[in-house]
T-cell receptor, first 112, second 115 residues
Framework: DTAVSQTPKYLVTQMGNDKSIKCEQN?????MYWYKQDSKKFLKIMFSYNNKELIINETVPNRFSPKSPDKAHLNLHINSLELGDSAVYFC???????????FGSGTRLTVV | AQSVTQLGSHVSVSEGALVLLRCNYSSSVPPYLFWYVQYPNQGLQLLLKYTSAATLVKGINGFEAEFKKSETSFHLTKPSAHMSDAAEYFC?????????????FGKGTHLIIQP
């Protein structure tokens, strides 16, 4: 019954590797997002995506790329991982952005 | 552009005391405002939201917030703190433009409950 689910919950990997985080929502929402939470708990949007438009935060390195096979899924691919990519990544979804945003439980990425 | 300022990165109150977490926003259009709570090692849970209806918004777990346009504020309150309220609280803002911009978060306030 989980509304927004993301996998894996924990991801430990070496520098230079490529990894993906998967996200699925079963709420029928029209827009999905990826957020990064740093070690100071600050939450920053990375991407928003609906079936028409991808908006990329200009500060996000192009090593990060969202991929959406359909309206219910928005996966995050990260190439050439760096130590500074270590963070918690949250997937979220909303309906027209106004009625509440539902977040997944997060993926804690550790790059060693 | 929108922004949110949460005054006080840490707030400590005694169990049973009033909880007041401050949030001021900046927005060039009428805002939609949210409060989220994050318990340790968990995701974000919506406490309450303001979407241009009633200015006093009641949420879950006894929390409420009042939208004050003149003060550009959306402070979160709870009359009596409980130990289980200890968590990180985030205020967030978005415009009514359809969701493409997502939420802009404040830096969070860590609420500590003293026994």
């Amino acid at each position: 019954d989980t509304a927004v689910s993301q996998t894996p919950k924990y991801l430990v990997t070496q520098m230079g590797n490529d990894k993906s985080i998967k996200c699925e929502q079963n709420l029928g929402h029209d827009t999905m997002y990826w957020y990064k939470q740093d070690s100071k708990k600050f939450l920053k949007i990375m991407f928003s995506y609906n079936n028409k438009e991808l908006i990329i935060n200009e500060t996000v390195p192009n090593r990060f790329s969202p991929k959406s096979p359909d309206k219910a899924h928005l996966n995050l691919h990260i190439n050439s991982l760096e130590l500074g990519d270590s963070a918690v990544y949250f997937c979220a979804s909303s309906l027209m952005g106004q009625y509440g945003y539902t977040f997944g439980s997060g993926t804690r990425l550790t790059v060693v | 552009a929108q922004s949110v300022t949460q005054l006080g990165s840490h707030v400590s109150v005694s169990e049973g005391a009033l909880v007041l977490l401050r949030c001021n926003y900046s927005s060039s259009v009428p805002p939609y405002l949210f409060w989220y709570v994050q318990y340790p090692n968990q995701g974000l849970q919506l406490l309450l939201k303001y979407t241009s209806a009633a200015t006093l918004v009641k949420g879950i777990n006894g929390f409420e917030a009042e939208f004050k346009k003149s003060e550009t504020s959306f402070h979160l309150t709870k009359p009596s703190a409980h130990m289980s309220d200890a968590a990180e609280y985030f205020c967030a803002v978005t415009d009514s433009g359809g969701g493409a911009d997502g939420l802009t978060f404040g830096k969070g306030t860590h609420l500590i409950i003293q026994p």
